[in-house]
C-alpha cells in the first residue's frame, strides 16, 4: 500500500512509500548527514537512490545539482512522487536505470560526490529466495555490489571528489580492500552502535579518488540513550519538530 508520509520532522514535507516493500531507513538519514559538502561542490549522485531519502536530505545542505539513479520502477516513481509534492523537481533529478549505466549519461569525471546506501547481502544469502523481488533487489547485492560502486564512482567522479557509503560493519574491511583496488583514499570512517554496550551494526564511510593519504576516525555514534529513545544527536538529524520523535 502507498503511503504518504511526513519526511521525519522537517516541516511540510512529505515522502511516499509503499509499505508492501520497505520504509526509508536511518541508514539514508545518518548518510545524509555524514557526507562531506562544500560551497564549490556543483553535481551530487546518489546510486541506488530508492524513494530518493538522500537527494531530498541533501537539499537541506547545498545548492548543488542532486541526481538519484533507481532500476526498479516501482521505488523510482514513489521518489518522483516524493520530489513533485516537495516542489524540489528544480534541484533534484531521478533517474529510472541500472546504476552500471550512469558513465554513458553523464560521462567521466562529472559528479564531485557520489553517495550510496547499497544492498548490503550477496546473492548467497538464503534469503534471498524468500523476500519478494523488490526487497530482494533493494537488500541483495543482484543488481548492485560493492565493486560495482566502486567502478561507477572511478569513471564518474572527478579527482579528488568523493563517494560516501554506508555499510554493515561486518563488510568495513572489503570495503576498505575495494578502495584500495581502484585508488581511493579513506578519509573519514564512523562506527554506528544501537547503544552502548553493543557491537557496531553500521559504518560509515568517505573516501576520495585519487586523493591523499590521512584517515579521520570520528567518535563512535550510538543510536539510542539507556532508555531506549534516541540520542540528542540522532534527534538533531530528524529536523524541525525533534521532540515529536522517539
Known amino acids: 500500500m502507498i503511503v504518504k508520509n511526513r519526511l521525519l520532522n522537517f516541516k511540510n514535507m512529505y515522502i511516499y512509500q509503499d509499505t508492501d516493500y520497505f520504509k526509508m531507513s536511518l541508514d539514508s538519514l545518518l548518510l545524509a548527514n555524514f557526507v562531506t559538502i562544500n560551497l564549490r561542490d556543483k553535481n551530487i549522485l546518489d546510486i541506488a537512490t530508492g524513494n530518493a531519502p538522500i537527494p ?138 544501537p547503544k552502548v554496550g553493543k557491537n557496531s551494526d553500521l559504518v560509515l564511510i568517505e573516501c576520495t579518488k585519487n586523493g591523499k593519504n590521512g584517515l579521520k576516525l570520528l567518535s563512535p555514534l550510538f543510536v539510542y540513550d539507556e532508555d531506549g529513545n534516541y540520542n540528542s544527536e540522532i534527534k538533531m538529524m530528524f529536523g524541525d519538530d525533534t521532540n515529536d520523535t522517539k
Not at 563517494?163 to 581502484?182: C, G, P, S
Open 56 to 193: 531530498m536530505l541533501l537539499t537541506y545542505r547545498t545548492k548543488a545539482k542532486i541526481y538519484g539513479i533507481e532500476i526498479q520502477k516501482e521505488i523510482y516513481d514513489l521518489g518522483v512522487k516524493s520530489i513533485i509534492v516537495n516542489h524540489m523537481d528544480k534541484q533534484i533529478e531521478i533517474i529510472n536505470d541500472d546504476a552500471k549505466n550512469a558513465c554513458i549519461l553523464f560521462g567521466d569525471d562529472y559528479f564531485d560526490i557520489i553517495t550510496c546506501n547499497p544492498p548490503y547481502f550477496s546473492t548467497s544469502n538464503v534469503l534471498f529466495e524468500n523476500d519478494n523481488l523488490v526487497k530482494a533487489t533493494a537488500r541483495h547485492e543482484k543488481f548492485l555490489n560493492i565493486n560495482d560502486v566502486f567502478v561507477i564512482s572511478k569513471r564518474l567522479l572527478k579527482t579528488n571528489g568523493r563517494l560516501a557509503i554506508v555499510h554493515r560493519t561486518d563488510r568495513f574491511i572489503e570495503i576498505v580492500d575495494m578502495a584500495k583496488k581502484y585508488g581511493f583514499s579513506i578519509k573519514k570512517v564512523r562506527f554506528i552502535y
